[in-house]
């Protein structure tokens, strides 16, 4: 079977998050424990217990829901000999690089922690958030951000997560516009997300300085199966590429539902979401309707994983 991995970007994250699964697999506890190392504190003692205010912050789940990722990864890699590609959704993507080879995990758990505490210092230099709009065809989202920037402030697609499901970003009075307009166009539902910034938007602009600094000395390799990239839902396999676009991503918006789609045109027969929760398996129940889809977090899935759920 030709299989593409997934790997879910922040959001997903929650308290006890990976503690029965390094319980049961000594490989998780020690991806953990050298998450513990590089961060020099207990990641796995905040992500096992919180408590969530703190898991919650960006800082602090982007590193968690790394690791947790990672630890799933590795405790089920020598069973996943039909690996063809891999994505992750935001963070995500990072995750997916760790796994295809092209950047060490010690160097992506630093590199995921400074870049929450980038993008939570350029949330609190120009306060924006984000909203989950639900209903509207892509075309029609697009002109009414472009609407709402005209009219009240800078307003923009930020994930394309799927067929009627977009989250727009930026600043407060443009996404209020947006939610009002939004609505007036026939949205079935639009919901306020609870964000300290606003995520792959123009605004993010001042954190692009000090990931690429940061990115630019970090060792990246070729990957060993290409990765789809966020910023143009293509695959990347060489090094420059990988680096450039995980700079793009931030201030560019998530083309998942297109992600998933090439996935599917080049063939891939199954999905496996590695990590907490099973949003990116919801999605594909739009996204790739009709192919095997599982969610690989905690222990009892990994026991039952067969590759034949659908995703219907």
Known sequence: MSLALLFPGQGSQHVGMGRDLAQVHPLAAQTFEEADDVLGFSISRLAWEGPEEELLLTKNAQPAMLTHSTAVYRVVADRLEGTAMAAGHSLGEFSAHVAAG????????????????????????????????????????????ERATAEAGTCVPANFNSRGQI?????????????????????????????????????????????RQHLEATEFRDSTYPVIANVTAE????????????????????????????????????????????????????????????????????????GQENCK
């Open 167 to 211: 989250v727009i970003s930026g600043d407060l009075a443009g996404i209020e516009r947006a939610m009002e307009l939004a609505s007036e166009q026939g949205a079935h539902r639009v919901v306020k997300l609870s964000v300290s910034g606003a995520f792959h938007s123009p605004l993010m602009a001042p954190a692009e300085g000090g990931l």
């Open 102 to 145: 092209t950047l060490d995990f010690a160097d992506a758990v630093r590199t995921v922690r400074l870049r929450g505490e980038l993008m939570y210092s350029a949330g609190q230099d120009r306060a924006g958030t984000m909203a989950a709009i639900l209903g509207l065809s892509d075309d029609i989202v697009v002109s009414v951000c």
């Open 235 to 306: 695959p990347v396999t060489s090094a420059a590429g990988a680096r450039d676009l995980l700079i793009r991503q931030l201030t560019s918006p998530v083309r998942w539902a297109e992600s998933v789609g090439h996935m599917v045109g080049s063939g891939v027969e199954g999905f496996l979401e590695l990590g907490p929760g099973s949003v990116l398996r919801g999605l594909n129940r739009r996204n790739a309707k009709g192919i095997s889809c599982s969610s690989l977090g905690e222990p009892e899935d990994l026991d039952s994983w067969n």
